[in-house]
């Protein structure tokens, strides 16, 4: 199942609580004991009764291999891993993919280490083809994108290819392509999406046109250019150029001419494609015996009257039979590889116990701006074994000042149904001067200084956790996570040492209910439905003033409308309770490069004596069009809703020739929200957004006043989303509607991905 970012969900909201771990499980209802046997390239792990399976794997692929390599002008440097079994139910339940997966072309594949996994299903031709298809597509990306995860990583920043031309490659290299079945199911495919461009085709059309244009290129061109195509296209980063510089024709004139191949019949797909009928055809040339003439023509010697020219039908039918004779040998001696090329005896070596290792399967940095902290670096270390079955996560967010850092260390095990881990977490806060830019952090601790105050003060502040998890499936859309965790807070002044340090330790919990069943719809855009429930509740061993709770949901929805337009929405809520209620913050963008602050017009100067809550702030996600920090309360209601068009799926991909083109999107966006303190919500004639208490205390004059004022701010706008040196950037235009006021626009620049 993954849930490897459980344990640190709640420092991930710290940041950004848009990029809220979601995922979807895998369900495991019996235990594995692998056995292995190595062949010439490749070894093949199975379970009980797989030998069989496993056996006829090998002698498939190393028969294969030859062929394989020779059509694609490549040999991998590395012996791949096939992992089989007995059936697609027990395939379901593999951990394989779900740890770190790399998002390359819009599908997801998990390339650390050369590794693929397929189920038998009882039908020796298709698994045949299936096993064919699976080791074809992993040479092809180890090809084009590198063994190692770093090159893989390195060249994905500069190279895309469209889904035809995996999918494509993999299932002509597998498929008996002049089959007459095969090729009108390649003609209705195309016929099925005349109008659209390739590069937004997806699924098995795209598989289909895809081996119908590798089918082409080899009949047309011969089979030596495919290789040339596959690699150029590693060097020169884009397929229509490699297409082009390959076959000497334009790429529009390309698929023009391969349209017309498969539409208008141009290949024969009945008797007329058979050596048999054209041994007939010729025979009966043959018997005609006169040739009509226009006129009859005096020729010299050695000339030949080429309109005219009557062709000896008894060498016909001898060159049609040979033709025929070395179509048939072709066909029986598909895998003897060319004249001088020496080929292997196949070798089995086995059974031995499978020899479960672990690699590095993710390493990632980004930026990162901290509400608190500021710009810093996240970076991410995932280790695992082949099967996905243990992971280890490591995690540091460090700032120049190198006394703000966050340290992570978690460990999952998904061997069983239920799957389990352990985690933990050390976050550090240096506080020093403080200006306009931070004294908001004092606002929910009821001190609101002047934005000219400058404070100068040199507080530590440190949050340990250690938490436990267990998570058990319902299917594998929805699972319910349990999580014990214990944690400590403390507030250390450092210029007054003198002073007592402020310490607490809790006792909790957290409760989740998580729904998944989105799908990639192309790189980094999904369809489908994702939400969570989430209720923590933190006991203090020091004081019972100080136990709290908080419940978070957080709904989200992608839906395609047309093309490659998709609207995507998110309505999160959160309430805290308790003797000690934890406020959460709403207004501006999360990771914002540029934040502006929401000025104040307090007059009290000071610090708070205890500062432990700011531990426990959160931050809700995006309101454009206001400044950060523009609200605040122990409960808030923010809904978003984004219309996202990826420039890529409209404009040929082959034209767009940087990455920033590449992963250019256009977004229109409205945001909705509002945060309040106590009971009365935004929907009550009385809350604490538009009811304010004047006198009281030392004065005998108390007035509560409500100004009906509309709680809800609304903010709409445009934006743009690229990446650029790897990262996605983010540029929103938003303006602010609050109680029938409209403000200037803003501009917000902010890094990583939306909703």
Request: net charge positive.
């Amino acid at each position: 199942m993954l849930i490897l970012g459980m344990g640190s969900a709640s420092a991930q909201s710290y940041f950004s609580s848009t990029q809220e771990e979601f995922g979807k499980s895998r369900i495991q209802y019996k235990r594995f004991e692998w056995l292995t046997i190595r062949s010439n390239n490749f070894e093949f792990n199975y379970y009980r009764s797989g030998d069989k399976i496993a056996q006829n794997a090998a002698k498939i692929a190393e028969g294969e291999y030859d062929r394989i390599t020779e059509l694609l002008g490549y040999t991998p440097f590395t012996t791949m891993k096939i992992f089989l079994y007995n059936n697609p139910k027990e395939l379901e339940q593999s951990n394989i993919g779900l740890t770190a997966p790399i998002d390359l072309d819009g599908s997801i594949l998990n390339l650390a280490k050369s590794r693929v996994q397929i189920a038998y299903k009882g039908n020796e031709e298709e698994f045949k083809q299936q096993l064919i298809r699976q080791i074809a597509r992993l040479f092809v990306y180890d090809m084009l994108y590198g063994g190692s995860l770093k090159e893989v990583l390195q060249s994905s920043l500069l190279l895309t290819v469209p889904e035809w031309y995996m999918a494509g490659i993999s299932a002509y290299i597998s498929g008996e392509n002049e089959n007459p079945l095969i090729l009108d199911r390649m003609r209705t495919a195309i016929l099925k999406n005349k109008d659209k461009k390739l590069e937004t085709i997806q699924g098995k059309d795209a598989e289909i046109i895809g081996q119908s244009i590798w089918n082409y290129i080899a009949l047309r061109y011969g089979k030596d250019n495919i290789s040339n195509i596959l690699n150029l296209t590693r060097i020169i980063r884009t397929e229509e150029s490699s297409i082009t510089s390959t076959l000497g024709v334009s790429y529009t004139r390309f698929l023009k001419e391969w349209r017309e191949y498969y539409i208008n019949n141009q290949y024969a797909n009945s008797e007329e494609n058979s050596t048999d009928s054209n041994l007939k055809k010729a025979e009966n040339n043959a018997s005609i015996k006169t040739i009509e003439t226009k006129e009859k023509l005096v020729l010299g010697a050695g000339e030949v009257d080429t309109d005219n020219y009557e062709f000896d039908a008894e060498n016909i039918i001898k060159s049609l039979a040979a033709e025929a004779t070395k179509n048939k040998n072709e066909t029986l001696d598909k895998t003897t590889p060319k004249t001088g090329r020496f080929k292997e005896t196949l070798k089995i070596k086995g059974p031995v116990a499978y020899e479960n290792i672990v690699i590095a399967n993710d390493v990632k940095s980004e930026f990162l701006v901290d509400p608190v902290r500021r710009l810093g670096m996240q970076n991410t270390l995932v280790m695992n074994d082949l099967l996905e079955n243990h992971s280890i996560k490591l995690g540091l967010f460090i700032t120049p000042v190198l006394r703000n850092h966050d340290v992570y260390l978690g460990y999952n095990n998904n061997v069983k149904r239920v799957d389990w881990g352990v985690d933990i977490q050390r976050r550090s806060i240096a506080l020093s001067e403080l200006d306009n830019r931070s004294l908001y952090l004092f606002r929910p601790l009821n001190i609101n200084s002047p934005n000219t105050t400058v404070l100068s003060i040199d507080r530590r502040l440190y949050y340990n956790r250690f938490a436990a998890h267990a998570s058990y499936p319902f299917s594998q859309n929805l699972r319910a996570v349990f999580t014990p965790n214990v944690l400590s807070t403390s507030d250390i002044d450092i210029a007054d040492l003198g002073k007592k340090n402020l310490q607490s330790i809790y006792m909790g919990f957290r409760g989740e209910l998580v729904y998944d069943d989105t799908s990639p719809l192309f790189s980094k855009v999904l369809i489908g439905t994702r939400a969570k429930i989430r209720i923590d509740r933190s006991y203090s061993f020091n004081n019972k003033n100080e136990n709290f709770s908080r419940m978070v949901i957080d709904a989200r929805h992608y839906h395609k409308l047309f093309g490659s337009l998709i609207l995507a929405g998110r309505i999160s809520y959160s309430r805290s309770l308790g003797n000690s209620p934890k406020v959460t913050m709403l207004g501006g963008v999360e990771n914002a490069i540029n934040r502006t602050i929401e000025p104040s017009n307090g007059q009290t100067v000071g610090v708070p004596r205890d500062l432990r809550d700011i531990l426990f702030y959160d931050f809700s996600g995006n309101l454009r069009g206001f400044n950060f920090a523009k609200l605040y309360g122990t409960s808030h209601l923010l809904t978003n809703l984004e219309l996202r068009l990826p420039l890529a799926q409209y404009v040929s991909k082959g034209s767009l020739t940087s990455n920033f083109l590449r992963n250019l999107q256009f977004v229109g966006f409205t945001d909705v929200g509002t945060a309040w303190y106590g009971n009365k919500g935004p929907f009550n004639r009385q809350n604490s957004l538009n009811t304010e208490v004047i006198g009281g205390g030392t004065n005998s004059f108390r007035a509560t006043v409500t100004n009906f004022k509309n709680p809800f701010l609304v903010g709409y706008g445009f934006g743009v989303r690229t990446t650029i040196l790897g990262y996605f950037v983010k540029a929103d235009y938003a303006w602010g509607l609050e109680d029938k006021e409209v403000s200037s626009p803003k501009l917000y620049l902010s890094l990583g991905y939306d909703f």
